[in-house]
């Protein structure tokens, strides 16, 4: 079965405190690994996908990685507006269905 | 852009009561999804469709069934409300041949059942 953990489950960062969040995965065979933003009152929106050890991808101040276990969500000098939940999911090969963890709520104090 | 709508945004509905719960999409994805979302629990998947008239049970099916008829169209049925089942619900849907494989959300359904 598949299984993903977030941590920390809540993050208070100053405007322009770099940090990363964690997401840990076990699963059978991967065919992605996804990060989605959730604002609060509305559903997820993608960011990006990973689909294998050592890929890397960037959006603005956001930067995600890829490892055999685990991705890493950094963010770079952030800003109020990136406060937001911040979901990670992974996906089987050869199945539609996603798994999602918990999430990790942002906050950026100005 | 892809959009994907839901029929309601906030609903109060007493227990016991039948619950039509409506998703649309205008992208012609052939996958579409039900979830739930609970404080502590994140996003746990109820039902997915891969096509018209075809669906497959997820994490949590229980108390809950579907309906496919048309593409665009993907409905969650409570048959008989209870209160364990106020949450917020979400509707997604995805190409099977995008390689991102993005699922894009609706906006959801906060449920209050009473």
């Known amino acids: 079965e598949d299984q993903v953990t977030q941590s920390p489950e809540a993050l208070r960062l100053q405007e322009g405190e770099s940090s990363s969040l964690n997401c840990s995965y076990t699963?059978?065979?991967?065919?992605?690994l996804f990060w989605y933003r959730q604002d609060p009152g509305k559903g997820p929106e993608f960011l990006f996908t990973?689909?294998?050890a050592g890929e890397e991808k960037e959006k603005e101040r956001l930067k995600a990685t890829l490892t055999k276990k685990e991705s890493f969500l950094h963010i770079t000098a952030p800003k109020p507006e990136d406060s937001a939940t911040y979901l990670c999911?992974?996906?089987?090969?050869?199945?539609?269905?996603?798994?999602f963890g918990i999430g990790t709520k942002l906050q950026v104090i100005p | 852009d892809v959009k994907v709508t839901q029929s309601s945004r906030y609903l109060v509905k007493r227990t016991g009561e039948k619950v039509f719960l409506e998703c649309v999409q205008d992208?012609?994805?052939?996958?579409m999804f039900w979830y739930r979302q609970d404080p502590g629990l994140g996003l746990r998947l109820i039902y997915f469709?891969?096509?018209?008239?075809?669906?497959e049970k997820g994490d949590i099916p229980e108390g809950y069934s579907v309906s496919r008829e048309k593409k665009e169209r993907f409905s969650l049925i409570l048959e008989s409300a209870s209160t364990n089942q106020t949450s917020m619900y979400l509707c997604?849907?995805?190409?099977?041949?995008?390689?991102?494989?993005?699922?894009?959300f609706g906006p959801g359904t906060r449920l209050t059942v009473t």
């Open positions: 997604a849907s995805s190409h099977p041949r995008d390689t991102s494989y993005e699922q894009y």
């Open positions: 699963v059978s065979g991967l065919r992605g």
């Open positions: 990973l689909y294998s």
């Open positions: 999911a992974v996906q089987t090969l050869g199945y539609q269905k996603v798994t």
């Open positions: 992208m012609d994805h052939e996958n």
């Open positions: 469709s891969y096509d018209v008239k075809m669906k």
